[in-house]
C-alpha cells in the first residue's frame, strides 16, 4: 500500500487518501463480500479498459455539460434497473467531474450508500475528489445543487496522469499554486522553482507536490468540514472562476482558477492587503506556465453570474483575498463595490 493520509473529525475516521497505484492498491481498499459498481466516463472507460472491465460499470459522457440533475437520475435509474441495494459499493474511476456524481449519487441512492474514488486528473487529486464536496450544475452555475458526505477513501494514481494532455496537465497545477497561496509558501515556491516540463516529467517530484496540497486541505477540512468559517479560504480565486466559466466555454476549470487568483492578488494590492511584488510573484508563475491570464467572458456577463454565486448573500458576497504567498483572508464586500473594482483590475 502507498502512502495513506487519514482525514478524521472529532476522532472519527472519514475518509483516507492514497497515493499508489490502482494495481496493486485498490483491491485491498474495497469492502470485502460487496457488489462493486463503477461509475466512470467514456474517456477513461476506453483508456483503462483492463481496469474497468474488472466490474460491472456505467459509463457516462464527459465534460460540463454532463455534470447535471438530468444524468444523476439517468445512473439511479440504471442502478434500480441492475438491481442495486444498500451493500451496493458504488467507485467513482475519473476527474473531478466524474468524482463528483459518483459521490451525488452514492449519498442519494437509497438514502446512502458507501463509494470511494480513483482519481485520475491532477486537478481531481489535488482538490475535485478530496473532501466531500458532492454536487452538480444547475443552468450552467456551477455546484448549485450538492451535498457534504466523504469518500472512504481516494486512490491518487501519479502514473495516470501520464495519459493527460498539457492542457489538462496545466489545468491541474493552477489548484496546487492556489492550495500553496492560501496555506503553505513551500509548496507554491516549490512550483515557482519548476518549468512546466519539469512538472511534466518528474512523477516523484509531483506526488509529493501532490501530498502537500492535499495534507493542506485534509487539515482544512478537518477543522472545517462544512464550510462554516476556514473551509471557506480554499475557494481562493473560484469566485471569478466560477463566473467565467458560467459566461464562456473557452476555458478548462483550472484555466479559471488560475485567472481568479490572479485578479484576487491584483484586488488585495487594490485594497492595500498585499505587497505589489507578491502580487507580481503570483502573476509570473501562472504565466511561466503557460495560462492566459485574461478572461474570455465579458465583464457584463461575470457581474450577473457573481450575483447567483452560492457564496451571495442579499447585496453582500464572500471573497477570498491572499494577503501574502501562504496566507488569505475571507470578506463580505458589498456587490456594487465588487463591481467597480473588478473593473479597474481586470482592465
Not at 155 to 168: A, N, V
Amino acid at each position: 500500500m502507498g502512502r495513506i493520509l487519514e482525514i478524521s473529525h472529532e476522532g472519527r475516521l472519514m475518509s483516507r487518501i492514497v497515493m499508489g497505484g490502482w494495481r496493486h492498491d485498490l483491491h485491498p481498499l474495497l469492502p470485502w463480500g460487496h457488489r462493486v459498481i463503477v461509475i466512470t466516463d467514456k474517456t477513461i472507460a476506453r483508456r483503462y479498459r483492463r481496469l474497468i472491465n474488472q466490474y460491472e460499470h456505467i459509463v457516462i459522457g464527459t465534460g460540463e455539460k454532463i455534470k447535471t440533475l438530468q444524468t444523476i437520475e439517468e445512473i439511479h435509474r440504471e442502478l434500480i434497473a441492475r438491481g442495486a441495494d444498500r451493500q451496493t459499493f458504488l467507485l467513482g474511476i475519473g476527474g473531478g467531474i466524474v468524482t463528483d456524481i459518483t459521490g451525488f449519487v452514492a449519498s442519494t441512492f437509497m438514502r446512502g450508500v458507501r463509494f470511494g474514488f480513483v482519481s485520475t486528473t491532477l486537478l481531481g487529486q489535488v482538490d475535485a475528489s478530496v473532501g466531500g464536496k458532492n454536487g452538480v450544475n444547475l443552468d450552467g452555475y456551477k455546484n448549485m445543487i450538492g451535498c457534504f458526505n466523504q469518500p472512504e477513501f481516494v486512490l491518487c494514481d501519479i502514473e495516470m496522469l501520464h495519459s493527460l494532455s498539457d492542457r489538462q496537465f496545466r489545468a491541474g497545477l493552477a489548484e496546487l499554486i492556489k492550495t500553496g497561496l492560501l496555506g503553505n509558501r513551500v509548496l507554491f515556491e516549490m512550483v515557482e522553482a519548476m518549468s512546466f516540463e519539469e512538472l511534466r516529467r518528474d512523477p516523484l517530484l509531483m506526488a509529493d507536490l501532490i501530498l502537500m496540497a492535499v495534507k493542506i486541505k485534509a487539515g482544512i477540512v478537518e477543522r472545517d468540514e462544512r464550510e462554516s468559517g476556514e473551509r471557506r479560504k480554499l475557494n481562493l480565486g473560484h469566485t471569478v472562476a466560477h463566473a467565467i466559466e458560467k459566461s464562456s466555454r473557452k476555458m478548462l476549470h483550472g484555466e479559471a482558477v488560475a485567472v481568479g487568483c490572479v485578479v484576487m492578488a491584483r484586488l488585495s494590492v487594490n485594497m492595500g492587503l498585499m505587497p505589489e511584488r507578491e502580487a507580481a510573484r503570483i502573476e509570473a508563475v501562472f504565466a511561466r506556465l503557460g495560462f492566459t491570464l485574461t478572461s474570455p467572458a465579458p465583464i457584463e456577463k461575470m457581474i450577473v453570474a457573481l450575483r447567483k454565486d452560492k457564496k451571495a448573500a442579499a447585496d453582500q458576497i464572500r471573497i477570498v483575498l491572499p494577503v501574502a504567498i501562504g496566507r488569505c483572508e475571507v470578506r463580505s464586500v458589498a456587490f456594487d463595490w465588487l463591481e467597480e473594482r473588478l473593473r479597474e483590475v481586470m482592465k
